[in-house]
Every structure is written in structure tokens, then in C-alpha cells.
T-cell receptor, first 109, second 113 residues
């Protein structure tokens, strides 16, 4: 079966750095996405990795290791507005997105 | 630009009744999707359409139907609602069915009693 695993909840301090991990087992791989979802709102796109390595975009970076079935999202200089759920999703061989349940990130002052 | 819109924002529906959730995008995207999001679960694909005139079944299609008469609109119909269809429904679109980001509508919160 297909499976995406990520922690249910994480807590971090404003100004700090947090790493959210995602492991996956899917039938085929056509890229990994990270989305941010604030409570009561729609998911919004953060990053896309299809090759191994680190992609940096401002305060957010995303890493992929295809051989390990592993990705992480790194958030630096945390701000209160970063409190949200972070969704990991893998595009399988049929070009369908398989979604993890999301990691709720709580930022404390 | 509006992007992608959904209607209604929320709805309470009696079990056994039918309902159509509306979704419209103005980005001229070829691919459109319907997901449901339930607490503790990831987004689950209900139906999708890679281009106008074609549709396909996702992970959880039972009890739902879709149509794609044109590029912009992708309505989702519940023929006879059941309480297990209580969920938040998101419509999304992407430029193609490949490795492109999906843009999401604001969602419809549906409660079936």
C-alpha cells in the first residue's frame, strides 16, 4: 500500500528553527510537495522536490532523499504566523497526490 | 483574479438528500480535483479530471459523481447523502496532471445529519 508518515504535532519557539520530517512508501515517485494549511483555510503550496538535495526558498527549505524515501521541511526564524499544519504529499506513478495527515506546528513566544 | 472558488461555504444536509458542490476556476487549468479532508487523515482524492470532457475515480469515489462539461467548472454531486460524507471538501486545479502545484479553493464544510 501507499503510505506517507509525518509527526502529528510539533512545538517550537518564535525565532528558532524547526525541521518537519516526512517518510513515504508509494507506487512510483514523480515528486514530493509541501503545503501549508492554516486552520480553517485551504492548503497553499510551499515547495516541490523531484531530485535529491536541498531546495531553499527564503526562510523555508525542503530536502529530498529518494533512496531513503525521506524528506524534511526546514523553517528558520520562526514567526507566530508560521503556526499552521504542514502537509507532505507524494505524486505517484499515476500522477496522483498521496497526502500525509499533516503536522500541526505550534509556535510559542 | 478570483483563482478558484467554491460554493456553498458550508451546508447542513439531511441524510438521503442530494446536493451539488460547485467549483469554478478562472486560471484555464486543464486538471481539476475534488478532495475530502477529515480530522486525522490526509486529503483523500474523490474524483479528478485531466481535461474537459474526461473524469476519473480517485481513492474514495463511492457516493459521489462529477462532470467536466468545460474547462472552468467541475461540480461534485452527492446523489443520496449519508452521515459518513460529513467532511470538508476542497476543489483544486493544476496546469496539467504532471508535476505541477495544485491550487485549492476555500473549501465547503458539509454536515450530513
Amino acid at each position: 500500500g501507499q503510505n506517507i508518515d509525518q509527526p502529528t504535532e510539533m512545538t517550537a519557539t518564535e525565532g528558532a528553527i524547526v525541521q518537519i520530517n516526512c517518510t513515504y512508501q508509494t507506487s512510483g515517485f514523480n515528486g514530493l510537495f509541501w503545503y501549508q494549511q492554516h486552520a480553517g483555510e485551504a492548503p497553499t503550496f510551499l515547495s516541490y522536490n523531484v531530485l535529491d538535495g536541498l531546495e531553499e526558498k527564503g526562510r523555508f527549505s525542503s530536502f529530498l532523499s529518494r533512496s531513503k524515501g525521506y524528506s524534511y521541511l526546514l523553517l528558520k526564524e520562526l514567526q507566530m504566523k508560521d503556526s499552521a499544519s504542514y502537509l507532505c504529499a507524494v505524486m505517484d506513478s499515476n500522477y496522483q497526490l498521496i497526502w500525509g495527515a499533516g503536522t500541526k506546528l505550534i509556535i510559542k513566544p | 483574479t478570483a483563482g478558484i472558488t467554491q460554493a456553498p461555504t458550508s451546508q447542513i444536509l439531511a441524510a438521503g438528500r442530494s446536493m451539488t458542490l460547485r467549483c469554478t476556476q478562472d486560471m484555464r487549468h486543464n486538471a481539476m480535483y475534488w478532495y475530502r479532508q477529515d480530522l486525522g487523515l490526509g486529503l483523500r482524492l474523490i474524483h479528478y479530471s485531466n481535461t474537459a470532457g474526461t473524469t476519473g475515480k480517485g481513492e474514495v469515489p463511492d457516493g459521489y459523481s462529477v462532470s467536466r462539461a468545460n474547462t472552468d467548472d467541475f461540480p461534485l454531486t452527492l446523489a443520496s447523502a449519508v452521515p459518513s460524507q460529513t467532511s470538508v471538501y476542497f476543489c483544486a486545479s493544476s496546469d496539467s496532471s504532471g508535476g505541477n502545484e495544485q491550487f485549492f479553493g476555500p473549501g465547503t464544510r458539509l454536515t450530513v445529519l
